[in-house]
């Protein structure tokens, strides 16, 4: 959860900048950086090993810090971790260009100063890189940077966390972090937690554009989480600021290496890509903020803690959101981090949905994992932190830190805490324990507490909760100067634990007085101890007593368990002199025995009984019972057994169970629920005295919820009554009752009536409501002023046909039949399984062989019809009620079936011959419809087959159709045919009739002999260029002949009329003996002549 301030722990850094020669260090680390209560006894290790090289304080900045709105240098790693002897890409911008140098150090130990330097780059070339800009949607800011420097990891460079120092040619400083893995299998795994690090981070934290999962510090435009928020972040990025958030790491890892545990160094973004490598070790460290998980790491942590790994989580607020990873635009998988915060936004739902652990669709509260949770107000301001309350402090892991309950470590709770959550499941564990409890006032100013936990789980993994992020300031001063050598020691023995196991029980410790009186309830305490005569809190055995009184009147505890290992317990002996009580714990062959000397004591002749003259229900009461002589003295010695009754028979009555009195005498709590006279009775087991009867009067508790009744089913959208009572937990009806209820309901419909906001009379009243609808629903009463007060009751509401619902396909295809179903729908939209009406159907489709279903009844108020429709295009399907009551309208697309012929079509019905005509062809199916996925290929064919015609090649048509063009020659009636080349039915054709064109020749038809002054006919016939009879001529000719007597008879000039057609016969007479010439010619056109040869005979 996101800080009440813009509080970043990397802030912290600015503590030791100065301006000056060289860093200032933090106070506690110019002397002792920490004085630790454990002494570091570890063999030789890898860590030990490292941590005897010389450290230096070069690792703390000096006084120029590069800001992200200027950006004088940046920077990035191309991974969160890497192996030794594999290469990390450094990633670097400076503005403006200019020379850096890079040194990177390991954190630790160190003799104190905390770093080693491993590394000096003393000039490399900068270049300003471009900026990094948020995706609109998703505010996913990945720099898309070009490579500045790769590091080739030495095989000798120990596994750990590795800072790098980036300073420019100006001085300006930034750092840059990742992580050195060896992967073996220490007893110790720390997990750097880089995730949480990148939610938080907005670079460019430029006060516009910089983007992180949080609201409170992003800039710029909204996102598709409705605020500045982004809903991805990418590791491909700086972080804000100095870019080192890690001082409560920083001061974890000091302590764990000065130590001198064996620990290697991995991070989350490692446990997701990898979670079984968990189990290669004892104990998985969680150390600082580690909000952010994938449900890869849930299941692996929780798998390693169920296989008997040891967990601890030193920090609070762990593991309470779920993010997704996706890879980075280049490929590189986990590089891209994804929270929605929302179901309602995320793309996907079900257990990857990036929500809180413990919210739907997830369903999966942290609390049974880590003993404790994060919760609402549980975060300070920054400054000085609450104070850590220790409780249970028998527990051994609090051994040898002289800490008792009630005890305080100043300042290390905060800035945010976990607490148990009784809302939700603890863990299942039988010694779950709650370390302490730890009041605070949050930033809201309200009173609050913060709870530490430990745990062992059923394979025997112990799971330890700090419940504070700021735990490791316990441990080393570097930063905060808050080290306290007792959680110093606590953390040690937690990690002795770990690696040795818990201690273990070596005896029985039996405390009792060394005298009593006959008949006289004492108690005794037993405790389970270890070797050192110390609690062994998590002892979980079955102890038993016996003493060396047998006489009648004894009272021993039954066989018991131990709380937190030790147990208080009470018995009566009887027996007089000296007599002994032992405690024994045969499976593990442990016992103690104490010599408690017994007086003998006065007779008991009575009972008496007080209490109070009132009571509430449900309110614990004191009565005070007392066994008396003759004189009304109590009797100390009484041993015999009390038991309780009362009027009051409800099953939420607490009577004390069957007792002995003390001294003589007892005082015992009482908790009767019925309102009304009661009355307790005490009485003897034995019946060797009177009982004794004491009578009070019970009220009613304040109302804590309505009960609201009905005997009605009332039908959909009829009012019917109900009953409010204003009750208490018992079931008393609360008379005083005088909040006003506000009616609420599950039906949410129109037509819904509810009471207005009432008053009860005398905590009862009578209402009515209305209900649209059916099945069942609700209806709740809420105190208007006390909402935790309220009611819910059930109603079944009988169905009522309110509309019909249809469903049919969206498309269809002409011809083909298709279902629709009809349902006669309430008024959520259920089905009314009792109707059984008639239904009409009807369509926008009025063509021939459109098929509708018969006027029909529903059958248990829905069924399903066959529909066929002809006509493609937007269709209408409507169905109504018999009496019209009822009706929906559907939409439907229909398209066309496949085509099953070919519609040829042309403007031009009498095309001239030689002349181009236009023509279209349209793929059609049966009923007339363009079928626009005709893909078939089109031949073109014609009754003209003249050679000189032109048809179109071979083609394919565009959504069915297409145009083309043809040039016939003929004249006189032809077709033009297209047809599919694979599906030759699939075919149509167009008829024209062929004009002949214009007249291009000119043919003078006569005998080649004739008789001298007799008559004979001629034609004169004009053809076109294609040879058709030029029927269209209308132009004149002129005859001439080679006989030029005057008895010759030529025609006299003729123009042709629409009658001749293109030819006409005339009639000549020649005189002239021998071969003479006839010539008839166009009288405009001389091309269009013609000459013929007669040979003139004698009569």
Not at 261 to 283: F, I, Q
Not at 891 to 911: D, F, G, H, K, Q
């Amino acid at each position: 959860m996101p800080p009440p301030a813009r509080f970043v722990v990397g802030t912290l850094i600015a503590l030791c900048i100065s301006v000056g020669a060289g860093p200032a260090l933090p106070s506690a680390a110019r002397t002792t950086s920490t004085s630790s209560a454990v002494t570091a006894a570890q063999p030789d290790n890898p860590i030990v090993v490292e941590n005897r090289q010389a450290g230096t304080f070069g690792w703390l900045p000096g006084p120029n810090a590069a800001g992200d709105a200027t950006g004088q240098i940046k920077g990035y790693w191309s991974a969160t971790s890497v192996r030794q002897n594999e290469t990390i890409t450094l990633y670097v911008t400076v503005n403006p260009s200019q020379t850096y140098a890079l040194d990177i150090y390991r954190l630790g130990w160190y003799q104190g100063t905390g770093a080693r330097l491993r590394l000096h780059e003393g000039s490399l070339s900068g270049t300003t890189q471009s900026p990094c800009v948020p995706d609109a949607t998703t505010g996913l800011i990945a720099c898309d940077w070009s490579a500045s420097y790769t590091l080739s990891v030495p095989s000798d460079w120990t596994s750990g966390v590795y800072l790098g120092l980036l300073t420019n040619a100006q001085g300006f400083q930034n750092y840059v972090l990742f992580v050195v893995r060896d992967d073996r299998p220490a007893p110790f795994l720390y997990q750097q937690n880089i995730m949480t690090n990148q939610a938080y981070n907005n670079y460019p934290n430029d006060g516009r554009t910089g983007k992180s999962l949080y609201t409170y510090n992003s800039y710029g435009a909204n996102t598709i989480s409705g605020e500045t928020r982004a809903v991805k972040v990418s590791f491909d990025r700086p972080y804000a600021d100095f870019g080192f958030p890690q001082a409560d790491e920083m001061e974890f890892i000091r302590w764990i290496e000065r130590m001198g545990y064996d620990v290697t160094y991995s991070t989350n973004v490692d446990t997701h890509a990898d979670g079984a490598s968990l189990r290669n070790h004892k104990a998985f460290l969680s150390v600082g903020h580690d909000e952010y998980w994938s449900k890869e790491i849930f299941d692996a942590i929780e798998g390693a803690r169920d296989a008997g790994v040891n967990l601890a989580f030193f920090a609070a607020d762990t593991g309470s959101v779920q993010v997704r990873f996706e890879p980075s635009a280049s490929g590189l998988p986990n590089r891209v981090m994804i929270c929605y915060k929302s179901a309602a936004i995320d793309p996907v739902n079900g257990p990857t949905t990036t929500v809180a652990f413990r919210s739907p669709p997830v369903n999966r509260p942290e609390q049974a994992l880590r003993g404790v949770m994060a919760f609402v107000g549980g975060m300070v301001t920054s400054g000085t932190l609450p104070d850590y309350v220790v409780t249970n402090s028998s527990h051994w892991i609090y051994a040898g830190t002289g800490l008792k309950d009630g005890d305080t470590v100043a300042r290390i709770v905060g800035y945010e805490m976990d607490r148990y959550d009784s809302q939700f499941a603890p863990p299942n564990s039988p010694n779950w324990t709650l370390l302490s409890h730890s009041p605070f006032t949050n930033y809201q100013g309200n009173a609050s507490y913060a709870n530490s936990s430990i745990y062992q789980a059923p394979s025997r993994a112990w799971v330890f909760s700090s419940g504070t992020i700021s735990w490791s300031r316990g441990l080393d001063g570097f930063w905060h100067g808050s080290a306290d050598p007792r959680i110093q020691q606590v953390t040690a023995n937690l990690f002795s634990a770990f690696l040795n196991g818990a201690p273990e029980v070596q005896g029985l410790a039996l405390s009792a007085p060394g005298a009593t009186t006959a008949g006289t309830a004492f108690t005794v305490t037993v405790t389970a101890v270890d070797g050192q005569g110390a609690p062994v809190a998590s002892y979980d055995g079955t102890i038993h007593f016996t003493s060396s009184d047998t006489s009648p009147g004894v009272v021993l505890p039954p066989d018991s368990t131990l709380s937190g290992g030790t147990g208080t317990f009470t018995i009566t002996l009887a027996g007089t002199g000296s007599q002994t009580v032992t405690v024994s714990d045969a499976a593990r062959s442990l016992s103690a025995t104490a010599t408690v000397v017994v007086s003998s004591a006065p007779r008991a002749e009575q009972l008496r009984i007080s209490g109070p003259a009132t009571a509430t229900a449900g309110d614990a009461f004191s009565v005070t019972v007392s066994a008396v002589d003759g004189q009304g003295n109590p009797v100390p010695s009484y041993s015999g057994t009390i038991h309780f009754t009362s009027s009051d028979t409800a099953a939420a009555v607490r009577l004390p169970p069957d007792a002995a009195l003390s001294g003589g005498q007892g005082t015992f709590n009482v908790t009767l629920t019925t309102a009304g006279a009661q009355t307790v009775t005490a009485s003897d087991v034995a019946s060797s005295l009177p009982s004794a009867t004491a009578s009070l009067t019970v009220g009613a508790r304040a109302a804590d919820h309505l009960a609201l009744t009905t005997s009605a089913s009332p039908a959909s959208g009829s009012s019917f009554p109900f009953t409010v009572t204003s009750l208490d937990g018992f079931g008393n009806t609360d008379t005083a009752y005088a909040g006003k209820v506000r009616f609420t309901s599950s039906d949410t419909l129109p037509g819904v009536v509810l009471p207005p906001d009432s008053t009860l009379a005398s905590g009862q009243g009578t209402f009515t409501a209305t209900l649209v609808a059916p099945g069942s629903q609700t209806i709740t009463g809420t105190d208007v002023g006390t909402p935790g007060i309220s009611g819910t009751m059930s109603v079944a509401v009988a169905q009522t046909v309110r509309s019909l619902k249809v469903t049919a396909p969206a498309t269809a295809t002409a011809g083909a039949a298709f279902s629709v179903t009809v349902v006669a729908a309430d008024a959520r939209g259920d089905p009314v399984t009792g109707y059984g009406g008639t239904v009409h159907f009807a369509s926008s489709d009025t063509s021939a062989g459109v098929s509708l279903p018969p006027d029909s009844p529903l059958t248990n108020g829905q069924r399903t019809f066959t529909v066929r429709l002809t006509r493609a295009g937007p269709q209408t399907l409507t169905v109504s009620s018999a009496d019209g009551a009822l009706t929906t309208t559907t939409n439907v697309a229909v398209s066309a079936a496949p085509a099953t012929r070919l519609i040829v079509s042309t403007a031009t019905p009498t095309p001239t011959a030689g002349t181009s005509l236009s023509f279209s062809v349209i793929a059609q199916d049966q009923f007339a419809n363009t079928d626009l996925a005709y893909a078939g290929r089109v031949h073109f064919s014609s009754t003209d087959t003249s050679a000189t015609v032109v048809l179109p090649a071979d083609s394919t048509l565009v959504n069915g159709q297409g145009t083309f063009t043809a040039t016939l020659t003929k004249a006189g009636p032809q077709t033009i045919t297209a047809t599919d080349k694979v599906v030759a039915a699939v075919t149509g054709n167009v008829a024209v009739t062929v004009q002949p064109a214009a007249a291009a020749k000119l043919t003078l038809g006569a005998p080649n002999s004739a008789r001298a002054g007799q008559s004979f006919p001629v034609t004169v016939t004009l053809t076109d260029q294609f040879g058709n009879v030029a029927s269209g001529y209308r132009g004149a000719v002129h005859f001439t002949s080679s006989d030029l007597l005057p008895t010759v008879v030529l025609p006299a000039d003729y123009r042709f009329t629409a009658a001749d057609a293109g030819a006409h016969s005339f009639s000549v007479t020649l005189w002239t003996i021998g071969g003479q010439t006839i010539t008839v010619r166009d009288t405009v056109n001389a091309a269009l002549s013609d000459s013929h040869s007669v040979s003139v005979g004698l009569l």
